[in-house]
């Protein structure tokens, strides 16, 4: 346990500066909104990078946090920058269960511009490796099936997004990494499918942020060094009239009192948490 050499970027920012790159989940957005609203602090700042253009900001991760301080009418946002360059970018599947098989691929059978086509797992991996598909389902039974369609990035987020609303709500999802349907059915009941998605890149993220597209909730991962968690920093000053260079000054006196008090610290190892 150590203090970290270089502390995160933590500023506070005007809200309409800030834009998404995946959808909310609206139940989560409303939880969080009430927790907010009860517990007046926010807890874990969203991750930002800043857009080559127009003094703006995407979100990395927390789209839920940013939907829900808005929804209180934060006119400003804490937040902590990070540079895209400094930032891997991943993927999650979803593992969809508690839903019927067959109700899930004819639903995801009638999206337009859709079409599955049965295939290989080594086919599948290659063809998404290369993005000639946009996915691929694998059914209980290791059945793989392509998912085809779309032109360009606009196209293939509405079309993921479709699929995602095809068992959205309707099932309980596993983000995971795993493709191994055999593997997954040792530790999951009511496998319905797993829905692998492609890779991006911070160019995918950036690009769709210039289209007013977005991905669907819960399936690009960014894995952030020197994060900044607990800060539970009161939001009533997000609400406030005062201005942004007001703000961050107090902002910046937060932390200075943190790091005085030796209540920063940085833990290098990897963990597991048992509590989230």
Wanted: no cysteine; proline share 5%; aromatic share 6%.
């Amino acid at each position: 346990m150590a203090i970290y050499h270089k502390l995160p970027d933590l500023r506070i920012v005007p809200a309409e500066s800030v834009v998404l790159h995946e959808e909310t989940d609206p139940d989560r957005t409303t939880r969080l909104t009430e927790i907010l609203r009860r517990d007046q602090v926010l807890k874990n700042p969203p991750v930002v990078a800043p857009l080559p253009t127009n003094g703006r900001f995407v979100v990395l991760d927390g789209a839920n946090r940013v939907a829900s301080l808005r929804a209180l009418a934060a006119a400003s946002l804490l937040v902590q920058v990070v540079e895209y360059d400094e930032v891997q970018l991943d993927t999650w599947n979803h593992l969809v269960t508690g839903m019927d098989e067959v109700q899930l691929f004819d639903t995801i059978r009638t999206v337009p511009g859709l079409t599955l086509e049965p295939a290989t797992l080594r086919q599948a991996r290659n063809r998404l490796a290369t993005r000639r598909i946009l996915g691929y389902l694998i059914n209980p039974e290791g059945h793989v099936y392509l998912l085809r369609g779309g032109e360009g990035l606009r196209d293939e987020a509405r079309l993921l997004n479709d699929v995602v609303r095809a068992y959205k709500g309707m099932s309980q999802i596993f983000r995971l990494k795993a493709d191994s349907i055999a593997e997954l059915k040792q530790y999951y009941e009511g496998i319905a499918a797993l829905v692998v998605f492609p890779s991006f890149t911070p160019a995918d993220i950036i690009n769709l942020t210039l289209v007013d597209a977005k991905l669907p909730t819960g399936i690009t991962r960014h894995l952030i060094p020197g994060r900044a968690l607990r800060l539970n920093y009161e939001i009533s000053t997000l609400m406030s009239d005062r201005s942004l260079e007001e703000q961050n000054r107090k902002l910046g006196e937060f932390v200075h009192q943190k790091l005085a008090a030796r209540e920063i610290r940085f833990y290098e190892e990897s963990t597991f948490l048992f509590d989230e």
